[in-house]
C-alpha cells in the first residue's frame, strides 16, 4: 500500500481542477494540463484538496497504480503553477548552444549544427554553457532533456559532452596509465 498516495494534493490559489467522469482538467496562470485517471482509481476534490482512492481497496492491479495517479495529479498542479526546469551542461571546445524560443541549435563537434526542435509547450534559453528547458509538462521537459543529452553524452576520458546539472561523471584513465602500469611489472 502507498503511503504516498494517501496525502492529498493540495491546490492552490488560482488553479481550477475540474473532474469529469475520469478526466481531471488542472488550469492555472502557466497553462492547462488534463489526465485521465486509470481505471480502478478514484480522484475527487474536496475543500481545496484532491482526493485519491481505489474503488477496491487492496486490489493487486490498482496498487501499483495508486500513488503513481496522486504523484501525476501533484506534478500537474505544480505545473501549471511553477513550472518545470531541467538544466544541461555543455562542455567541450568549441560546443556551443544558442537558443531561440523552442528552437536550440547545438554545435557539438559534428561537420554540421544540429537543431532541435521542442515540443509544444517547451522553451529553451542558454546561458554560456548551461542549456535550461522549461515547461509546464514534467514528463515533457525530462525527456526533451534526455533527447538533447543522448546527441552527444559524456564520455569518461575527456568529459566532453552534454550532461545533467550537478551530474558526476566518472573519469577513466586512458592508455598512457595502462601502459606505465604494464611497463613495471
Not at 33 to 60: D, T
Not at 113 to 132: H, L, S, Y
Amino acid at each position: 500500500m502507498s503511503k504516498i498516495a494517501k496525502k492529498p494534493v493540495l491546490i492552490k490559489e488560482g488553479i481550477n481542477v475540474s473532474i469529469e467522469g475520469k478526466s481531471v482538467k488542472v488550469s492555472g496562470p502557466k497553462g492547462e494540463l488534463s489526465f485521465v485517471v486509470p481505471s480502478g482509481i478514484k480522484a475527487e476534490v474536496k475543500g481545496g484538496e484532491i482526493i485519491v482512492s481505489q474503488e477496491k481497496k487492496n486490489s493487486n492491479e490498482t496498487n501499483a497504480l495508486f500513488g503513481l495517479t496522486r504523484s501525476i495529479l501533484n506534478n500537474l498542479v505544480k505545473g501549471v503553477s511553477e513550472g518545470f526546469e531541467k538544466k544541461l551542461e555543455l562542455s567541450g571546445v568549441g560546443y556551443r548552444a544558442q537558443a531561440a524560443g523552442d528552437t536550440l541549435t547545438l554545435s557539438l563537434g559534428f561537420s554540421h549544427p544540429i537543431v532541435v526542435k521542442g515540443n509544444q509547450g517547451i522553451t529553451f534559453a542558454v546561458d554560456e554553457n548551461i542549456i535550461t528547458i522549461t515547461g509546464i509538462d514534467k514528463a515533457l521537459v525530462g525527456d526533451t532533456a534526455a533527447k538533447v543529452r543522448a546527441l552527444r553524452p559524456p564520455e569518461p576520458y575527456k568529459g566532453k559532452g552534454i550532461k545533467y546539472a550537478g551530474e558526476r561523471v566518472r573519469r577513466k584513465a586512458g592508455k598512457a596509465a595502462k601502459a606505465i602500469g604494464a611497463a613495471t611489472k
